[in-house]
C-alpha cells in the first residue's frame, strides 16, 4: 500500500509541468533570441554571405565552429546513455533523458547550422543528387542523418512506457497533448512481449550508437584533418575531438541537471550524489581531453614547422593567445580545479564548473577553425585590410546565439511536454530497492 | 607681319569657338576622333586556299586595342563598286576575313599581283580610314634533306608566267604546336632565302612527340612580306615519336567524379551503411511490432 | 611597341589555325590536329577562289575563328579536350610585379574588385635569400585536393588536365577553399557586378562567366581561348612574357612571341613547382628567378600604388 503512495508521488512529481513565471521569461528569450536569428538569416539569404565577417581567407567562420559544437555536445547522448548502460551502472538512470535529448536538438541544430553556412542553400537538394562518395561532406552527411535516426529511437523506445502515464495524468497541464500522446505511444500496454521487444531494441541501440557517435565526430573531425592546413593536419584529430566532445557533452548534462532540478523540484530525483558522480566522470573527460590537446599543441610546437610556426605562436603568445588561455583554463584546468574538491561537487559548484565547460568549449571550436585559416601556406596577399582578419559580424553572431537559443527551446519544449526523467525506469528501481 | 599675326590669332579663336561649339562644353577633352589603324594582310596556305584578313585596332590610353563589329569594306584592285569583293565585320578580336569570291574569278586571273583595299567609313569613332596590301603569286616548297635538315624555297610567278627564285624572304620554320610554332632550332630565329630563293635550315629537336605514324607537321611561315603576303606551308614529316599520352581520367580514383569513386571506398561505404540502416530498419520493425501487439 | 607587336603575332597565329583547319594537316585521326577540340569541321562546304584562280571547296569552318562561337556545352565541358595535357610555365627571372596578367584576368572574367584569380607574391623564402615576385595562378593539380573534398562534383578535373568549377552546381560549402594550400579559390559572397545582359546568359564552366552568388570561382586555364585558337588572357596580356602554356603532351609551351620545347626549358632552367612535398602534382611549373631582368625593387612601386589605392577606398 506505501508502495503504491510512492508510485503515485514519484508520478505526481515526474509528470510534465506547466511553466512557472521564470519559465515563462525563460522561454520567452529563447523565442525572441531564436527570431532575432531567423530575421538575421533572412538577410544573410537575401544578400548573400556578404553580411558575414568571412572572406577568402577565412572562410569558415563562427557557423563552423558553432557546428563543431553541436556535434561535440550530441555525443553526450550516447555516452550516458549507452556507456554507461552496456556497462550496468544504473545511478545514470535520471539523466539518461536529459542527456538524448541533448543529443537530438543539438544534432538538429547542427544540421540547420550547417545549412546556414552554405552559400547555395537553395541547391542543398545536389547532395542528394550528385553526391559524391569521396568527399568527407558526403560521410558527414551519411553519419549525421544516421546518427539523428538512433538518437531519436533511442529516446523513443524508453519513453514508450512512459505515455501511459502522462495519458493518465489528472492534472490539465498535459492535456491539450494527449492526441500527440496517442498517436505516438497509445499501443503501449506493458504486456511482457512488448517489454521484451523493447528491452532488446534499447540493447541494440546502446551498441549501435556507440560506433556511430564516434563516427559523427570523427567525420567531422576529418572536415580539418583531411586539409593540408597547419592546426588541422594532424592524425590526432579523431580522437582530440571525441575526448572534447565527451567534455562537453558531460559538462551541458551537468548544466541541464542543476537547471531541471531547481526548475522542477527534482531534488528527490537527481541527487547530489547525482552531481558527485557526475562531477567526477567530467574530471576524467577534462584530463583524458587535457592530454589530446597536450598531444595536439606539444608535439608540433616542439619542431616548430615554418608553416606551424605563425599558427602555434599567434595562439599561445600572438592575437588569439587571451582566448586560447582562457579556453584551457575555463574549458579544463578551473573546471577540474573545482571539482577535485567534495565541496566543489555539490549542485552550485558543479553547475559552474559545468557551465565554464560548455563556455570554454565553444571558444574552444572557435580557435580550432579560424586561426588556422589565417596562416595559409602562401602569405595572404592581394587582398583589402578586411580580408586579413575576422571578428564575426553582428548577423554571425546574431544567428550563431539564435541557433543555441533554438537548441535550448526544443530541449525547453520537450521537457514541458514529456517527463523529463524516466517515470517507468524510476518506479522499476523504486521496486528493486524495496524489494 | 603683325597684321598676319592678328588674323591668325582670329582664325585660331574661331577655330576653338567651333570646336567646342561643334561638342558641347561638356565633352571639350575629346576634341578629335581617335585614330583607327587597319592593317589587310593576304593569306595563302599550302599554295592554294588564300583568304585576306584585316584587322583594325585603335589606341586608347597609349595601349592598342582591337576594335570589334567594325563594318569594314574590301575591294580587290580599285576601289570602285565594281571591286567591292565583300564588306565584313571585324570580330570581337578587331579581325575580320573573307575569301576571295568566286565571281572574282576573271579578275584574279588576269594578272599575277593585286592590291587588296580596305576601307572603313567615317562614323562617330573614327574619320573615314583607308589602307592597302599587295600580293604577288608565289610558290613555297619545302624538302626534307638527308641528316635531318630542310630546304625551303620560294618563287614567284612574273607577267611572262615564269617562276623566279625570291631573294630576301624572311620566314620562320618551325614544328606546328598548340597556337604556335615550335622553332626547329633553338638558336636560330628566323631565315632569310639567298639569291636562289633557298633557305637551309637544320632541323634540331629530338624526339619531338608526333602523331602515331611518329609524324610532325613543320611549316615554313613568312610573315607580311611586301611583295608576296603572307605564305604559310605545312608538311607532315616523320621525324617525331610516337607518346601514348598518360592520362588517368578514367580510373577510380579520390580526385575522380562520382562516378569513379574506388571500389575500396565504395565497398567500406556500402558495407557500414547497409549494416547501420540494416539495424536501423530492423528497430522500425520493432516499433511496429510493439505497436501491433498493442493493438490487438 | 610591344602592344602593337602582340596583336600583330595573334593576328598571324589565328591564321595560322585557320590554314590547318582547312587541310587537315594531311592526317585527321593526328592528336596535334584542332579536329574535334578546336576548330570543329561544320560539314558544310563553300566555293572560293584558290591562288592560281580556279575554284575549290573548303569546309565553312575555314574562316574560324567565327566571330561569336557558342561555348561548348557544360557536359561536354567536364570531359576536356581529348589528346592534350595543358601545362604553364612561369618564369620568375621576368617578372616585376607589373599585374597586367591580373587585370586582363579580372577584366575578363569579371572577378570582383577586392579579389583576384591571379596574385602577385613578394617572396623571400629565408632571411637572408633574395626576394622575387611569384605570379600563382590555379595550379591545376593532377591530384587536386580541392576536388577529392568536393560534395557535388561541382569543381571537376578534365581529361586534359584543367580543374573547373560549375557554378550552377556548386552549394557554396568552401571545403574546396580550405583544401587548396595555394589559396587560389574564391567565393562571390556577394552578387558578382556585371551587366545585366551578361548576367542572365548561361554559366559556361569553360569560361567561368556568368559568377553566380554563394559559389566559388578561380582561375580557369581559359580553355574557352584555346578552343578558339588563342591563349590564355594572363599570358597574351603579360608584356615581358612571364606566362608559356602549352600541350604537355606536344612537349612545348609558348608565351606568344617565344615557343619553347617543354621538357628542355624545364631541364636547362632547372623549372619546378611549389609544393612538391604535399603530393598535389600541379600542372604549373616556374622557373627560379635567377639572371633576372628587372631588380625585384622595380615591382615594390606598382606594390605602393596599389596599397595606396587601398587605403584610399
Not at chain 1, 337 to 350: D, N, V
Request: charged share 20%.
Amino acid at each position: 500500500m506505501e508502495n503504491n503512495q510512492l508510485t503515485q508521488q514519484t508520478v505526481q512529481d515526474l509528470l510534465p509541468q506547466r511553466f512557472g513565471k521564470k519559465g515563462m521569461i525563460w522561454t520567452g528569450i529563447l523565442i525572441l533570441l531564436s527570431a532575432f536569428g531567423a530575421f538575421a538569416y533572412f538577410l544573410q539569404l537575401r544578400d548573400g554571405l556578404v553580411v558575414t565577417s568571412m572572406r577568402d581567407y577565412v572562410s569558415w567562420g563562427i557557423y563552423i565552429s558553432n557546428f563543431v559544437f553541436f556535434v561535440a555536445i550530441s555525443l553526450v547522448g550516447s555516452l550516458i546513455t549507452a556507456v554507461f548502460r552496456l556497462v550496468d551502472v544504473h545511478w545514470s538512470t535520471p539523466l539518461t533523458r536529459i542527456a538524448e535529448i541533448i543529443a537530438v536538438s543539438a544534432i538538429v541544430f547542427a544540421s540547420i547550422i550547417i545549412v546556414v553556412d552554405m552559400g547555395r542553400p537553395d541547391r542543398f537538394y545536389n547532395l542528394l543528387l550528385y553526391g559524391r562518395l569521396q568527399s568527407p561532406i558526403i560521410w558527414d552527411v551519411i553519419v549525421i542523418s544516421t546518427y539523428f535516426i538512433i538518437s531519436l529511437l533511442l529516446l523513443y523506445f524508453p519513453l514508450l512506457p512512459d505515455i501511459k502515464f502522462l495519458l493518465n495524468a489528472k492534472n490539465s497541464a498535459t492535456k491539450k497533448w494527449n492526441g500527440f500522446y496517442r498517436a505516438i505511444g497509445s499501443f503501449w500496454k506493458d504486456k511482457p512481449e512488448q517489454i521484451r521487444i523493447s528491452n532488446r531494441a534499447i540493447s541494440i541501440l546502446c551498441i549501435t550508437i556507440i560506433p556511430v557517435a564516434f563516427s559523427i565526430h570523427t567525420v567531422t573531425s576529418w572536415l580539418f584533418a583531411t586539409t593540408y592546413r597547419p592546426g588541422w593536419d594532424s592524425t590526432n584529430f579523431g580522437a582530440y575531438f571525441i575526448s572534447g566532445a565527451f567534455l562537453v557533452g558531460s559538462g551541458a548534462v551537468l548544466v541541464a541537471m542543476y537547471v531541471f532540478r531547481s526548475a522542477y523540484h527534482l531534488e528527490k530525483y537527481i541527487t547530489e550524489q547525482h552531481f558527485d558522480k557526475m562531477s567526477r566522470i567530467v574530471v576524467l573527460l577534462a584530463l583524458l581531453y587535457a592530454y589530446f590537446n597536450i598531444n595536439e599543441y606539444l608535439v608540433p610546437a616542439f619542431k616548430m614547422k615554418k608553416p606551424e610556426e605563425a599558427h602555434l605562436t599567434e595562439l599561445f603568445t600572438g592575437e588569439f593567445a587571451p582566448l586560447f588561455w582562457f579556453a584551457i583554463l575555463a574549458g579544463m584546468a578551473v573546471p577540474i580545479m573545482i571539482l577535485l574538491f567534495k565541496l566543489g561537487r555539490k549542485p552550485l559548484p558543479a553547475f559552474i564548473a559545468g557551465v565554464m565547460v560548455v563556455v570554454g568549449a565553444w571558444f574552444k571550436r572557435y580557435l580550432i577553425v579560424t586561426p588556422t585559416l589565417l596562416h595559409p601556406f602562401l602569405p595572404m596577399h592581394d587582398v583589402p585590410k578586411n580580408y586579413l582578419h575576422y571578428f564575426p559580424s553582428w548577423q554571425e553572431w546574431a544567428i550563431a546565439i539564435g541557433s543555441l537559443a533554438g537548441a535550448l527551446l526544443v530541449i525547453t519544449f520537450f521537457a514541458r511536454i514529456f517527463p523529463i526523467i524516466p517515470i517507468q525506469e524510476t518506479l522499476i528501481e523504486q521496486h528493486e530497492k524495496a524489494a | 607681319m603683325k597684321k598676319l599675326h592678328e588674323l591668325s590669332l582670329k582664325a585660331f579663336a574661331v577655330v576653338v569657338f567651333l570646336t567646342i561649339g561643334a561638342n558641347g562644353f561638356a565633352q571639350s577633352d575629346s576634341t578629335s576622333k581617335k585614330t583607327l589603324i587597319l592593317t589587310p594582310g593576304y593569306f595563302l596556305i599550302n599554295n592554294q586556299t588564300q583568304y585576306i584578313a584585316v584587322q583594325a585596332k585603335t589606341k586608347i590610353d597609349r595601349k592598342f586595342q582591337p576594335v570589334g563589329n567594325l563594318p569594314v569594306s574590301v575591294y580587290l584592285d580599285g576601289t570602285e563598286p565594281k571591286n567591292l569583293l565583300s564588306k565584313v565585320l571585324t570580330n570581337s578580336s578587331g579581325v575580320a576575313k573573307l575569301p576571295i569570291p568566286v565571281a572574282f574569278q576573271s579578275v584574279w586571273k588576269s594578272s599575277v599581283s593585286h592590291t587588296i583595299t580596305a576601307i572603313v567609313d567615317a562614323n562617330k569613332d573614327f574619320d573615314e580610314t583607308k589602307a592597302e596590301a599587295k600580293m604577288t603569286r608565289s610558290k613555297i616548297t619545302l624538302d626534307t634533306l638527308e641528316g635531318r635538315n630542310i630546304s625551303v624555297m620560294v618563287t614567284l610567278l612574273n607577267e611572262k608566267q615564269e617562276w623566279i627564285p625570291v631573294k630576301g624572304v624572311e620566314m620562320k620554320l618551325g614544328i606546328h604546336r598548340l597556337n604556335s610554332l615550335l622553332p626547329i632550332n633553338a638558336e636560330v630565329a628566323s631565315y632569310t632565302t639567298d639569291s636562289l630563293g633557298q633557305v637551309n635550315a637544320e632541323f634540331k629537336r629530338d624526339s619531338m612527340p608526333g602523331d602515331i605514324k611518329g609524324e610532325i607537321v613543320v611549316a615554313a611561315v613568312v610573315e607580311d612580306n611586301e611583295t608576296l603576303g603572307n605564305l604559310t606551308l605545312e608538311k607532315a614529316i616523320p621525324w617525331g615519336k610516337y607518346v601514348k599520352p598518360e592520362n588517368n581520367f578514367d580510373r577510380r580514383t579520390l580526385y575522380a567524379t562520382r562516378h569513379k569513386t574506388p571500389v575500396w571506398l565504395l565497398f567500406i561505404a556500402y558495407s557500414i551503411i547497409i549494416s547501420v540502416w540494416g539495424v536501423i530498419l530492423f528497430l522500425l520493425n520493432s516499433v511496429y511490432g510493439i505497436r501491433k501487439i498493442g493493438m490487438a | 611597341m610591344q602592344n602593337l607587336d602582340n596583336s600583330r603575332r595573334d593576328f598571324l597565329a589565328a591564321g595560322i589555325t585557320a590554314g590547318l583547319t582547312a587541310l587537315g594537316c594531311n592526317n585527321s585521326n593526328d592528336v596535334f590536329t584542332p579536329d574535334d577540340s578546336t576548330v570543329k569541321a561544320s560539314g558544310k562546304k563553300v566555293k572560293l577562289l584558290s591562288s592560281d584562280g580556279e575554284i575549290i571547296e573548303v569546309d565553312e569552318a575555314f574562316l574560324k575563328p567565327i566571330p561569336e562561337m557558342p561555348p561548348v556545352s557544360n557536359d561536354v565541358a567536364r570531359l576536356g579536350i581529348a589528346g592534350k595535357k595543358f601545362v604553364m610555365v612561369i618564369d620568375l627571372s621576368r617578372c616585376k610585379n607589373l599585374k597586367k596578367c591580373q587585370s586582363a584576368c579580372n577584366h575578363v572574367h569579371h572577378v570582383h574588385s577586392d579579389q583576384n584569380w591571379i596574385k602577385v607574391y613578394p617572396m623571400q623564402d629565408a632571411e637572408k635569400t633574395a626576394p622575387y615576385w611569384q605570379p600563382t595562378t590555379c595550379m591545376h593539380c593532377d591530384e587536386p585536393p580541392c576536388v577529392k573534398v568536393c560534395p557535388v562534383d561541382a569543381t571537376f578535373k578534365r581529361k586534359d588536365g584543367i580543374v573547373l568549377i560549375d557554378s550552377d552546381r556548386c552549394i557554396g560549402c568552401r571545403f574546396c577553399m580550405a583544401a587548396c594550400p595555394y589559396s587560389t579559390r574564391v567565393f562571390n559572397w556577394e552578387k558578382p557586378e556585371m551587366p545585366q545582359e551578361l548576367a542572365d546568359k548561361p554559366y559556361s564552366c569553360e569560361s567561368s562567366v556568368p559568377q553566380k552568388k554563394g559559389t566559388v570561382g578561380k582561375c580557369d586555364f581559359c580553355p574557352d581561348m584555346v578552343r578558339e585558337g588563342s591563349l590564355p588572357h594572363c599570358v597574351s596580356a603579360c608584356p615581358n612574357g612571364v606566362f608559356s602554356f602549352g600541350d604537355m603532351n606536344e612537349d612545348s609551351v609558348t608565351n606568344g612571341s617565344e615557343t619553347f620545347q617543354f621538357s628542355e626549358l624545364i631541364r636547362d632552367k632547372a623549372g619546378y613547382r611549389l609544393m612538391e612535398d604535399l603530393g598535389t602534382k600541379p600542372s604549373v611549373y616556374y622557373l627560379p628567378p635567377v639572371n633576372r631582368n628587372f631588380p625585384f625593387e622595380s615591382g615594390m612601386e606598382q606594390e605602393r600604388e596599389r596599397e595606396s589605392a587601398v587605403r584610399k577606398s
